[in-house]
């Protein structure tokens, strides 16, 4: 189901990738900040690298010097960050604060957070525990960023991600005694539960791919999953 969800992101967005470029000196708090009137709500993949984030600075535009030993390239100082055509909101300029390397256009570094909302709406939509599970396994990227300054309407799913746990293990002050479910695991969806001395307080399996329930008690010190996807605090709406 997780797949699908993901994979219908993708090709929705395909047809409207383009029109969540560009600016506007209005619905400064909106995914959609810059984007036409009535245009879809378009979700997209986690992108990868943009063209150019690797320019070296030159003439007017240079940000500084690059730190001794940092291969991270200057970013354009924030008042320089302007589109070429309109305005930024203030918030779309807070967003790109320190994310824009010099040599690169700001309005295609704001189309990634604007596609990370679209994206977030689109899965919320589709079901809500795929959209934090998404942002849980980092499947989404950078999605704090971008709800805090561009779509806030999904902050709550954002603090609801930051008390999950993805596959992978996970040991001491990380650990979070509760009870949780998982979200679209795999045929081999495994976990355990161990304490002091490694004894095994908590372990099962879900080969039927249904979802299912965990407690972690607060003697636990490590907690392994694999082939679950993501686990999510019980109680999250």
């Known amino acids: 189901m997780r797949n699908a969800f ?24 909106g995914a959609g ?13 986690s992108p990868g690298p943009v063209a150019g984030t690797d320019a070296e600075p030159s003439g007017a535009a240079s ?5 001794s030993g940092s291969s991270e390239p200057p970013k354009i100082p924030t008042d320089r960050l302007t589109p070429a055509t309109g305005t930024f909101t ?6 790109l604060t ?21 994206r977030l709406d689109y899965l919320v939509k589709v079901d809500r525990d795929t959209a934090v599970g998404a ?6 990227t950078g999605a704090r960023p971008a709800v805090v300054h561009l779509c806030p309407r999904h902050e709550d799913l954002v603090e609801r991600a930051s008390h999950g746990y993805a596959d992978g293990v996970h040991r001491g002050g990380g650990l979070r005694p509760g009870r949780y479910r998982n979200v679209s695991p795999t045929a081999n969806c495994t976990w355990e539960v161990t304490g002091p001395g490694g004894k095994v307080l908590a372990s099962g399996s879900s080969h039927d791919g249904k979802r299912t329930t965990l407690t972690i008690p607060d003697a636990a010190l490590a907690f392994t999953s694999t082939g679950c996807w993501a686990w999510l605090p019980e109680g999250g709406n």
């Open 90 to 95: 203030e918030k779309q300029k807070e967003y």
């Open 135 to 140: 942002v849980v396994t980092g499947e989404i």
């Open 98 to 118: 320190d994310r824009v390397p010099v040599g690169m256009d700001p309005a295609a570094v704001l189309q990634t957070g604007q596609e990370t909302c679209d």
């Open 33 to 45: 900040g810059g984007r036409a009137a009535g245009a879809p709500q378009a979700v997209a993949s």
């Open 63 to 67: 940000a500084g010097p690059r730190p």
């Open 6 to 29: 993901l994979a219908g992101a993708a090709v929705v967005l395909a047809t409207a990738a383009l029109a969540a470029c560009g600016s506007s000196a209005g619905d400064g708090d």
